[in-house]
């Protein structure tokens, strides 16, 4: 990695660090005012035409475990530019995207529009979020060194974890090798059991998929 783009990612990291040292809500309510000044202008980080973005989502769509999905969550679904491929690869699926970012998430409504009966946006914070659905299908893509400190790491894990169904799929994706740190506790936890890692360490920023599942639902006895 060259030293600029080091000093950059670690004054990034140490930012977001401190921001971690309020209140859970209070961490929240400063991201959502960073994250929606950063989606002033649209599609911020170039998710919709960078070359290495796409294939990205495409190294993360192959690496899928091929079950029948009905419920997907994408958190941190920015924009949309993943969810939109999510609703086109899975046309039977419910697709719920959430971000903190009221002002990303208008704009991912335009990218969903037209599978608006079976999209879901939902502004939330991934640190409180909680849900009365289970999912087939969690992503997390390029969120969790958002979180900072290792409480609100672990806070978010198992807020991810908690979100899924039995036999339910989660999936993050993480530059490479921060990745080990940030899904740790995942990987650390009872609650899923990895079945698949690609790690593309020939990519100009290298990345980690990781791939999860929960246990079935125990069998009924008697
Ligand atoms: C770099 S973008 C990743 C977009 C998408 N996951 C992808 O990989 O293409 C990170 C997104 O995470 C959102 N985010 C950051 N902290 C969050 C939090 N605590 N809860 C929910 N979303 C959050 C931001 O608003 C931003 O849209």
Redesign the pocket.
Known sequence: MAPVKEITDLLHRTFFRSLSLLSSRGQ?AV?RRY?DW??RRPDP?H?GTDAY?QAKYAATLAQLPGLPYRRIL?????EG??TEQLVTAYPEAHVTG????ER?LARAAERVAKAAGRTLLLP????LFSSEHRYDLVFC???LY??GRRDRLRQASARLTGLLAPGGVLVL?HPWPEARRLHRFIDSGRAVTRVSELVEREAHRPFAVSVYQAPSAPAPTG
């Open positions: 929240g991201l994250f950063w989606h980080w998710m973005e994408e958190v941190g679904c920015s530019v993943f959430l971000d903190i970012s990303a939330a914070d991934i640190l893509s390029e969120t958002y979180l994706v």
